[in-house]
T-cell receptor, first 116, second 112 residues
Framework: AQSVTQLDSQVPVFEEAPVELRCNYSSSVSVYLFWYVQYPNQGLQLLLK??????LVKGINGFEAEFNKSQTSFHLRKPSVHISDTAEYFCAVSDRASGGSYIPTFGRGTSLIVHP | DSGVTQTPKHLITATGQRVTLRCSPRSGDLSVYWYQQSLDQGLQFLIQYYNGEERAKGNILERFSAQQFPDLHSELNLSSLELGDSALYFCASSRGIQETQYFGPGTRLLVL
């Protein structure tokens, strides 16, 4: 079974500073990687996903992530954060289940706190 | 707004009781997923349905069951409730079995 480690439970940062949220996963032959964001009192929203192809993936709201197979990592980055980016961020990895679905295993989440 | 609706938003009940959570997927989505989010376990996949048929199963307890109806809405039934079942239950939907999942706002269950 896959496992996901989000190395930081909380990341405080000042507005307009860059940020990196770290994610490592257990290795597998082929994996599919996702980052989700959860704003307070809301469901999860997909930020970006890696299925194949270019290892640098661009998502919504100016976020991007880089898939590094040798280091089994999929870190999320943003060059300049806004107050509105304050939220919980979840990294997820999935194999294809026997029925062909992508069933994600989630990390424990990283709380991004953007200070003015 | 993802287009996925869940009712009720909040539910307070007692140990030993049974509850039903309801999910309406986005228009046109055939696949429905259920997740449980708790402080202890984090976010865990429970079960997936596609066009009325069970497609994948995760860490779903035997006390829990789900189904997807012909109109594609889904219900998650939780019985013999325990304190540890208190959690946020999310439903997600997708067009097919490999497309992006869109999450509903969740149902917050509190078992007293």
């Amino acid at each position: 079974a896959q496992s996901v480690t989000q190395l930081d439970s909380q990341v405080p940062v000042f507005e307009e500073a860059p940020v990196e949220l770290r994610c490592n996963y257990s290795s597998s032959v082929s994996v599919y990687l996702f980052w989700y964001v959860q704003y307070p009192n809301q469901g999860l929203q997909l930020l970006l996903k890696y299925l194949s192809g270019s290892t640098l993936v661009k998502g919504i709201n100016g976020f991007e992530a880089e898939f590094n197979k040798s280091q089994t990592s999929f870190h999320l980055r943003k060059p300049s954060v806004h107050i509105s980016d304050t939220a919980e961020y979840f990294c997820a990895v999935s194999d294809r289940a026997s029925g062909g679905s992508y069933i994600p295993t989630f990390g424990r989440g990283t709380s991004l706190i953007v200070h003015p | 707004d993802s287009g996925v609706t869940q009712t009720p938003k909040h539910l307070i009940t007692a140990t030993g009781q049974r509850v039903t959570l309801r999910c309406s997927p986005r228009s046109g989505d055939l696949s429905v997923y259920w997740y449980q989010q708790s402080l202890d376990q984090g976010l865990q996949f429970l079960i997936q349905y596609y066009n009325g048929e069970e497609r994948a199963k995760g860490n779903i307890l035997e006390r829990f069951s789900a189904q997807q109806f012909p109109d594609l809405h889904s219900e998650l039934n939780l019985s013999s409730l325990e304190l540890g079942d208190s959690a946020l239950y999310f439903c997600a939907s997708s067009r097919g079995i490999q497309e992006t999942q869109y999450f509903g706002p969740g149902t917050r269950l509190l078992v007293l």
